[in-house]
């Protein structure tokens, strides 16, 4: 009776069935064939690694060993999971990709083992993989592109859909630096898009996710000391009646420009703390956004029509419309206002995007990164 007990304790906390199942997992007829479709769709991903994965299991079929093909079908589910969740031939983004894609803490065997037993593959392969509808339409693209050099510049792109998180939220930013514009989505459509001007070579607008809360209308630009060092320090010591007319003061050892017509932050900046002082605001230059190639920042993205994205971005809250902004910049006070919820913003680098009209637009590689990855996916570990 203790005996009996004693087992039925431990079967209640889980030790007692992971005590006993020793062998892999047991895959069904209609599993494999499943398995075998998912892998098969992989080459439209530009997953060619996992997708040959399938001959072997179809081999080992024809064997009709069902221990090995219990064994080869986990391989092969467990690679798939791999390559759906980063790519074939990475542990990590590359170095400069600073957005987790919130797949990190997935142990792919563990998975795949209570799929299997849940009988829910389907799922599982499908949250693991993009859902974005642009990362669709790149693979349509992908699948039916029959030039190699945009083949691999798809590829490329893919991947970095693979790097962004699964679930981007409800309402978020998407800032794509390779095309100058950023894009606002609700409820997994797109809801603006505006202009931007983005980081020199010099000083690339890096790759990374925040979270907007708020937007600050008139604000201060606390200058960095890197552009102090660059230009305005010398500017104040040397010309102060100038520095002074373009609104630069010094204040408890901090260089800051005021509000007005000359500040390098025009009459907005978003609120969205980030340990690389990167922010997205206005800006007095807006001649800059005739240019094509728009590439003159510090880093930091500057925004076209700003006050129409913040307007936008506020609406979520009734009191606030565009004329209620245009009336609060026209007092010239610095003013904060919270979002009624805060959204991610996403700052991306993607040089292949959907035209919206079935096609695809390219964009100029400006800080070279696609070379990177091209290289990494020619690497031997992509047949591993």
């Given at each position: ?225 890197s552009i102090v060092e660059e230009s305005i320090g010398a500017l104040m010591r040397n010309h102060p009646d100038d520095a002074a007319t373009k609104g630069y003061v010094m204040q408890d050892r901090r260089y800051r420009q005021r509000p007005g017509p000359t500040n390098a932050l025009g009459r907005m900046k978003l609120v969205m703390p980030n340990s690389y002082n990167v922010y997205l605001h206005d ?62 913003v996403y700052i991306t680098y993607f040089t292949a995007e959907p035209d919206g009209l079935g096609g695809v637009r390219y964009f100029d590689d400006v800080y070279k990164r696609d070379g990177v990855i091209m290289d990494i996916k020619k690497n031997e570990r992509c047949s591993e």
């Amino acid at each position: 009776m203790q005996l009996m007990i004693r087992l039925l304790i431990l079967f209640l906390f889980g030790t007692f069935s992971a005590a006993v199942q020793a062998e892999p997992p047991h895959w069904q007829p209609r599993q494999v064939q499943r398995l075998l479709e998912w892998l098969d769709a992989a080459v439209d991903d530009g997953l060619t690694p996992a997708a040959a994965r399938a001959s072997t299991v179809r081999d080992v079929m024809r064997q009709g060993d069902t221990a090995k093909l219990d064994a080869a079908a986990t391989e092969a589910a467990v690679h798939l999971v791999k390559a759906h969740r980063i790519g074939c031939c990475y542990s990590a983004p590359p170095p400069g990709w600073n957005i987790g894609n919130g797949l990190s803490a997935l142990d792919p065997a563990k998975a795949v083992e209570t799929a299997l037993a849940e009988d829910r593959l389907d799922l599982l392969f499908g949250t693991t993989r993009p859902s974005h509808p642009y990362y669709y339409s790149l693979r349509r693209a992908y699948a039916a592109e029959k030039d190699p050099a945009r083949r691999s510049i798809l590829a490329a792109n893919l991947d970095r859909w693979r790097w962004m998180p699964r679930q981007l939220g409800e309402r978020y930013l998407i800032v794509n630096t390779a095309s100058f514009e950023a894009t606002l989505w609700e409820n997994g459509r797109q809801a603006g898009r505006w202009e931007i001007i983005v980081g020199k070579m010099g000083s690339p607008t890096p790759v990374f996710a925040a979270t907007v809360t708020g937007v600050i209308f008139n604000p201060w630009w606390e200058i960095p000391a890197s552009i102090v060092e660059e230009s305005i320090g010398a500017l104040m010591r040397n010309h102060p009646d100038d520095a002074a007319t373009k609104g630069y003061v010094m204040q408890d050892r901090r260089y800051r420009q005021r509000p007005g017509p000359t500040n390098a932050l025009g009459r907005m900046k978003l609120v969205m703390p980030n340990s690389y002082n990167v922010y997205l605001h206005d800006t007095p230059s807006q001649s800059l956004f005739a240019r094509d190639r728009r590439t003159f920042s510090h880093g930091c993205v500057r925004v076209g029509d700003a006050l129409g994205l913040a307007a936008t971005l506020l609406s979520a809250s009734p009191q606030w419309d565009r004329a209620r902004v245009d009336a609060t910049v026209a007092k010239g006070n610095t003013v904060t206002v919270p979002l009624a919820k805060p959204i991610p913003v996403y700052i991306t680098y993607f040089t292949a995007e959907p035209d919206g009209l079935g096609g695809v637009r390219y964009f100029d590689d400006v800080y070279k990164r696609d070379g990177v990855i091209m290289d990494i996916k020619k690497n031997e570990r992509c047949s591993e």
